[in-house]
């Protein structure tokens, strides 16, 4: 059920539209690294070995954490651009979804400032997120002896060694990963009467991006950069 692994970009562009409508006093860029995902005689392989356009190299021991491979990428590209801050939102683990269930994102940063920004915009968006740790110790369990990485760790704490995947690829600029793999998506009738995406995500980076561009708010103040 692919729909299900794109709801992180699909929250991103609903975002870019809502944002775009209000117009509002801060630069905003939406990234979105859609590629092709099928079965091909170019498609990645378990045990290939991938540089990323940072140059870091990634074992591929899970066919199946393909997407992060790509927001990898989105990433670097992301802080060449020089921003303030950085916000990724991505279906990324199962194991997100076990710890936090159906109705609650995770949210990882090094960033405090930046993490309590988004809570209070969560908060008035009525979203609900909760911050895990950066046990930089599970990053034992990314190490390869090929390359740089894997591009997945052991089972325990999968969402968090994901998370800690993703930080290789940023290296100044404030940044915060949201895991919305439980509430991005449901099963149950809402609305008109058919499951599907909820859009999940999108209130709060309005919400966020409305803060910014308020005459009593600052980026500065916000993410601490």
Known sequence: MMKVDMGGAA???GAAKAIGQLKPR??????????????SGNALRPGDILTA????????????????????????FAEKLEVDAIVDLATLTGACIVALGDDIAGLFTKNEELATALTQAADVAGEKF????MEEKYFEGLKSIVADMKNTGPRPGGSI????FLKQFVEKTPWVHL???????????????????TGFGVRTLVAWVQALSSPQTTLDSQVGS
């Open 130 to 133: 909760w911050q895990l740790p």
């Open 11 to 13: 929250a991103t562009l």
């Open 26 to 39: 801060v630069e905003v860029h939406f990234i979105s690294a859609a590629v092709e995902n099928m079965i």
């Open 53 to 76: 356009s940072n140059g870091k190299t990634i074992e591929v021991n899970n066919t199946d954490a393909e997407g992060r491979l790509t927001l990898a990428d989105a990433l670097v």
């Open 179 to 197: 895991d919305v793999a439980g509430p991005v998506w449901t099963e149950k009738e809402f609305g008109y009467n058919n499951p599907g995406g």
């Open 161 to 164: 060694t994901a998370a800690l």
